[in-house]
């Protein structure tokens, strides 16, 4: 990650030494040797069942210019280095350390987000609005965890007046870590869903879990309150509340005016109209909330306006492509029960002159609930107008044998397989969805049919 940090910013940090250290050399750190690019800092993480630490022969090979290390690994592998190195007891800790370091002396507008779904298209509709006034950090593509988001704020600039950081969790106690390490002034809960039921076990259990980025807000903070979440409603917090919602009364109450043929929102907010350019209830649930706090934070209605006419999806987020009269609707990206429903139900409000079909990979990290939700999205199909469901995971095995009432239903074991069926049925006209976890690597399906 580009940084402003120098190595001689930390030389007061405790239990940290310095060897063959000039002042010129910048903490762009990187943890990974294989990205690693001229000039960089390679600081080696130790996990349960790895060590970084065997990778720094590789990462100054391919031009690191400082690393960070553990004393215990310098002290037998280290001391004939000639390269600048910083020794420290723990590289986590110490990363931890720094990136709390930095963000308390840029001391930015802490926005913290967090929520089932549409994490990520909040982050990033927010950061766009607010830079439209002032400069804005955002967190960088999935760099929302314990250790991706600390290397997030090793970007910060002393230039920036808000930092919006997106916060991740696939276990309990994971969002009051990442809200106690970054201290966020401002709290946004995007939604209460099923995800991870492997490290929660429930709904109720994941929703204890968000709620403890709106508990960690100051007194003089602010939580930014979906009134449409019957979970987030009720959680507890010490800030002031700014509600909004679609179907409940709200001092920021949208209305639906219009979906057009492609399935894209358009609503009223406060006597104003914003329309999502991309289809379905979820982009606009996303943009009515980036818009309620970027109106709280002085942004012009016009500006915003702009940037949504701009906005474009990151990859394999309900991204759209056109080959040959067939629309593809790449949402490969990553996949649970509520992403899942509301990208069926998107697609179902689309125009299509011919058939709608569901590519659908497995659901992964729901437990002993896998089976009833991956049962249910033939339900989810059929409701919504389509009439072809090809799968592929054990779990989406389970939609295909619930899916009598869709004209073609068909489970596969490869990619190759499902691919030479879809192409044989594709005609003008016709919707394919393609949605499942990110370890089902369905997006290898988009590219077959995009090189076809």
Aim: glycine share 8%; charged share 20%; proline share 3%.
């Amino acid at each position: 990650m580009k940084s402003e940090i120098m190595w001689q910013d930390i030389r007061t940090f405790s239990d940290v030494e310095m060897r063959n250290v000039t002042s010129t050399i910048f903490l762009n750190v990187s943890i990974d040797s294989r990205t690693i690019q001229k000039g960089d800092t390679f600081l080696p993480l130790r996990g349960k069942n790895y060590d970084g630490h065997k990778f720094v022969p590789n990462a100054i090979r391919s031009g690191a210019l400082g690393i960070i290390v553990e004393r215990k690994w310098f002290d037998t592998h280290g001391k004939n280095l000639s390269i600048p190195t910083i020794i420290v007891e723990n590289t986590k800790q110490f990363l931890l350390k720094l990136a709390q370091w930095q963000l308390q002396n840029v001391n930015p507008i802490v926005i913290g987000i967090t929520g089932t779904n549409g994490k990520t298209t909040v982050k990033n509709l927010l950061s766009s609005f607010l830079s439209t006034i002032a400069p804005t950090h955002f967190t960088l593509g999935n760099y929302n965890n314990s250790i991706g988001l600390p290397l997030s704020l090793l970007n910060l600039s002393m230039r920036h007046k808000f930092s919006v950081l997106e916060m991740g969790a696939s276990e309990k106690g994971e969002i009051g870590f990442l809200a106690n390490l970054t201290k966020p002034k401002c709290g946004i809960i995007t939604n209460i869903g099923i995800a991870h039921l492997d490290g929660f076990g429930d709904e109720k259990i994941i929703a204890q879990e968000k709620s403890a980025l709106f508990k960690h807000l100051p007194k003089d903070g602010v939580a930014f309150v979906n009134l449409d979440d019957r979970f987030i409603s009720q959680f507890e917090t010490k800030a002031s509340l700014i509600t909004f919602s679609f179907k409940n009364g709200s001092e920021n109450q949208a209305r639906i005016i219009a979906t057009d043929s492609l399935g894209c929102i358009e609503f009223d907010l406060n006597g104003c109209r914003f329309k999502m350019p991309v289809p379905g209830i979820g982009f606009a649930k996303s943009a009515l909330t980036s818009i309620v706090v970027a109106k709280y934070f002085g942004v012009p209605s016009e500006k915003i306006i702009q940037q949504l006419k701009n906005f474009k999806t990151e990859h394999g987020r309900m991204e759209k492509c056109e080959k040959d009269g067939i629309t593809i609707i790449d949402d490969s990206y990553n996949a649970n029960p509520s992403s899942v429903k509301n990208s069926i139900r998107a697609v179902g409000e689309m125009h299509c002159n011919g058939k709608r079909i569901l590519v659908f990979g497995d659901m992964l990290e729901l437990g002993k609930l896998a089976k009833k939700y991956h049962t249910i999205v033939a339900d989810w199909a059929v409701n919504n107008k389509f009439s072809c469901l090809f799968t592929y995971g054990d779990l989406a095995r389970a939609a295909d044998e619930s899916a009598s009432a869709i004209n073609i239903h068909e489970h596969f074991e490869t990619h190759e397989n499902l691919l030479e069926r879809l192409q044989s049925v594709l005609e003008t006209g016709d919707i394919v969805l393609v949605k499942g976890s990110r370890g089902m690597e369905l997006e290898k399906i988009v590219e077959g049919l995009l090189v076809a």
